[in-house]
């Protein structure tokens, strides 16, 4: 598979493929795709993956396609104000990535659920649904605004809220807290969307997002109240 942007902030992607090659993908984020190109079957990892994907749980539903000719393309763009950006995973760095933030994969690499969830879990809300790679190539994230890169160095943890992250290395230790910025909202129920900070700490890349669907969502409120 060989992935080029379209455009250099990364907004874009034409995905090229030999014939015979497969990529998983989320159909939504598909904005075009050549004749050469096959769509097979949703592509989930077991029973609980299917239950959660039709009770609309954190979905996450992908489809396999196949290039049936040399030459084939696949076109994606994001469904909302955000970017894409590409993880090369390896020997040496897999990656837990969030649900909503997985665009596309090689086929090549496998995929395992995986959740997190505080030591004392307040709602629903407060656990990170997550995809853990297993394989070697290249995967497609997605995330509100701008996508940054940071490096964890050893013995210099550091804390970031749970919504702005996109993904991480498995290598690195991860741990919910409570926010201490947490607040009370009008009806004394705890505010669990923006609750939670996280913990990373030891040696390896994190991805976060400038922005959060959070953000997005209420920045979409503001509008339509003028």
């Given at each position: 598979?060989?992935?080029?942007?379209?455009?250099?902030?990364?907004?874009?992607?034409?995905?090229?493929?030999?014939?015979?090659?497969?990529?998983?993908?989320?159909?939504?984020?598909?904005?075009?795709?050549?004749?050469?190109?096959?769509?097979?079957?949703s592509v989930v990892n077991n029973f609980w993956s299917k239950l959660r994907n039709y009770l609309l749980i954190y979905k996450f539903e992908k489809k396999q396609f196949r290039s049936v000719e040399d030459g084939a393309e696949i076109l994606i763009a994001p469904q909302s104000m955000g970017s894409f950006k590409i993880i090369d995973v390896s020997n040496e760095e897999q990656y837990y990535i969030k649900n909503e933030s997985f665009v596309a994969s090689d086929d090549i690499i496998e995929f395992k659920n995986k959740k997190f969830t505080p030591k004392k879990m307040i709602g629903f809300k407060d656990a990170i649904f997550t995809q853990e790679t297993n394989g070697i190539g290249s995967v497609i994230i997605f995330g509100f605004g701008s996508i940054i890169e940071k490096i964890v160095e050893k013995d210099k943890p550091i804390l970031i809220n749970s919504s702005n992250i996109i993904a991480w290395d498995k290598r690195l230790g991860f741990e919910i807290k409570k926010n201490p910025l947490s607040y009370l909202s009008r009806k004394g129920t705890v505010d669990t969307i923006e609750n939670n900070i996280v913990e990373i700490s030891g040696e390896g890349k994190i991805y976060l997002s400038s922005s959060s669907k959070e953000d997005f969502i209420k920045k979409i409120a503001t509008y339509f109240k003028r």
């Open positions: 598979m060989k992935i080029k942007k379209l455009t250099s902030e990364g907004l874009s992607f034409s995905i090229s493929l030999n014939k015979n090659d497969n990529i998983n993908c989320i159909p939504n984020y598909i904005i075009g795709i050549s004749k050469g190109v096959s769509v097979k079957e």
